[in-house]
């Protein structure tokens, strides 16, 4: 693994890197409830349940009634797999199948990603870079995005998987394609970085 704190230095390589300007967002407005909604949606979306429970079909035995109906002068039952009972089933219990996915509308959920790209972009958090489309060698990428790395960790956006392939064993560095970008990712990620044309395609997607 690379990592891109500590870069080597190479003469023969430049880096093209400019900022976003504040009057391609001069019409987005900024709703944080609506930001806020659209994350934990996202975030919602990502929850895969795992707990499970077993309902008192679900638990082994208890198919023979215990004692008879009448005559004994004890409560009335009719399985050792009871919920009332030490070892039987669970009432309420979690579910594997439970389904925590929330529907966003995709006007909703443009609106937030645009919020958040102009948050990021009034902290002065996120820059374009251009790399060689030839470079393929995950040394000269890093070199690459060396001088427009401000933290440990960023997020790169590129427009095809193919463009990721030199940056995959960077340390700290998440990549995502511009058709998967969310709001979530954007908030979450303490810079961003679009490499080559990412940007105006993400412009292009997002009508602005």
Same mark, same amino acid.
């Given at each position: 693994m690379t990592n891109p704190s500590s870069p080597q230095s190479d003469p023969t390589v430049s880096t093209v890197q400019t900022t976003p300007s504040m009057d391609e967002f001069k019409d987005v407005k900024i709703q944080p409830q609506v930001l806020r909604e659209v994350v934990l949606a996202l975030q919602a979306n990502q929850h895969h349940?795992?707990?499970?429970?077993? !309902?008192? &079909?679900?638990?082994?035995? $208890?198919?023979? *009634?215990?004692?008879?109906?009448?005559?004994?002068?004890? %409560?009335?039952?009719?399985?050792?797999?009871?919920?009332?009972? !030490?070892? &039987?089933?669970?009432?309420? $219990?979690?579910? *594997?199948?439970?389904?925590?996915?929330?529907?966003?509308? %995709?006007?909703?959920?443009?609106?937030?990603?645009?919020?958040?790209?102009?948050?990021?972009?009034?902290?002065n958090k996120i820059s374009l870079v251009q790399l060689d489309p030839q470079t393929t060698k995950t040394k000269l990428a890093m070199q690459h995005l060396s001088p427009a790395l401000s933290s440990a960790t960023a997020l790169v956006v590129v427009s095809s998987p193919a463009q990721a392939r030199p940056l995959r064993n960077l340390v700290g560095i998440n990549i995502v394609t511009t058709n998967r970008l969310n709001a979530l990712d954007v908030t979450s990620a303490r810079q961003i970085i679009f490499i080559n044309q990412s940007y105006t395609d993400l412009k292009s997607k997002l009508g602005i």
């Open positions: 349940s795992t707990a499970n429970t077993k !309902r008192r &079909g679900e638990v082994s035995g $208890g198919g023979k *009634k215990p004692w008879r109906q009448k005559g004994t002068g004890r %409560a009335r039952t009719g399985s050792i797999r009871n919920p009332l009972w !030490r070892g &039987g089933g669970i009432t309420f $219990g979690p579910l *594997k199948f439970k389904n925590y996915q929330q529907n966003i509308p %995709a006007a909703v959920r443009r609106q937030a990603v645009l919020a958040a790209l102009k948050l990021k972009l009034q902290a």
